[in-house]
């Protein structure tokens, strides 16, 4: 406007008006950047969708881990006592075997991102624990007091982890061990 009330609009540009062609072009570019904004929009928020449903379904499986494989290992160690037999022993070790398998799994499917895979790496250290003091009890001659370390210190271990899970995952109390 400027330059057409100073009469220069004819020495720049000359006589011509602005054809429909690049006024179709203008448009059709004001459209692909809407449906581009929109789309990428769109694909951010499914992405996010899917990954908050992966977590969920990942921190479902650690649960159902707690109150199969965890359980059984708990109730294998429950017979234990002053007096305990090798074939206690070998039952607690398939259970905490069975755990740490279940376990491995876990970590290889969770992803790299959130919370998750760290609370499975303590979790995964608190079963080391246990086996290795379920490994002490299995020896000739046992030393009673370092394996009973090394089961509480996976029992603290086992401790943080749950803390861990259930302030992420549900804001209540660690799950229990039943």
Same mark, same amino acid.
């Given at each position: 406007?400027?330059?057409?009330?100073?009469?220069?609009?004819?020495? &720049?540009?000359?006589?011509? @008006?602005? $054809?429909?062609?690049?006024?179709?072009?203008?448009?059709?570019?004001?459209?692909?950047?809407?449906? +581009?904004?929109?789309?990428?929009?769109?694909?951010?928020?499914?992405?996010?969708?899917?990954?908050?449903? $992966?977590?969920?379904?990942?921190?479902? !499986?650690?649960?159902?881990?707690?109150?199969?494989?965890? %359980?059984?290992?708990?109730?294998?160690?429950?017979?234990? !006592? &002053? *007096?305990? $037999?090798?074939?206690?022993?070998?039952?607690?070790?398939?259970?905490?075997?069975?755990?740490?398998?279940? %376990?491995?799994?876990?970590?290889? @499917?969770?992803?790299?991102?959130?919370?998750?895979?760290?609370?499975? $790496? =303590?979790? +995964?250290?608190?079963?080391?624990?246990?086996?290795?003091?379920?490994?002490?009890?299995? @020896?000739?001659?046992?030393?009673?007091? *370092?394996?009973?370390?090394?089961?509480?210190?996976?029992?603290?271990?086992? =401790? #943080? +982890?749950?803390?861990?899970? +259930?302030?992420?995952? !549900?804001?209540?109390? #660690?799950? !229990?061990?039943?």
């Amino acid at each position: 406007m400027e330059l057409r009330e100073r009469g220069l609009w004819e020495q &720049a540009f000359g006589s011509a @008006e602005p $054809t429909g062609n690049l006024c179709l072009i203008g448009g059709s570019l004001l459209v692909a950047g809407f449906l +581009a904004l929109n789309s990428s929009a769109f694909y951010t928020g499914w992405r996010v969708g899917k990954d908050r449903a $992966t977590e969920a379904r990942q921190a479902r !499986s650690f649960l159902q881990m707690i109150k199969t494989e965890e %359980v059984a290992f708990i109730n294998a160690t429950q017979s234990f !006592s &002053a *007096q305990y $037999t090798k074939a206690d022993v070998d039952n607690a070790l398939a259970a905490v075997n069975a755990l740490e398998k279940r %376990v491995a799994s876990l970590q290889q @499917e969770t992803t790299a991102q959130g919370p998750l895979p760290g609370i499975l $790496t =303590t979790y +995964a250290n608190a079963v080391r624990q246990w086996k290795n003091g379920l490994m002490i009890l299995k @020896e000739t001659n046992p030393d009673r007091n *370092q394996a009973l370390k090394l089961l509480q210190l996976g029992d603290e271990l086992r =401790t #943080e +982890a749950t803390q861990q899970f +259930a302030s992420r995952y !549900s804001g209540k109390r #660690e799950p !229990s061990r039943s």
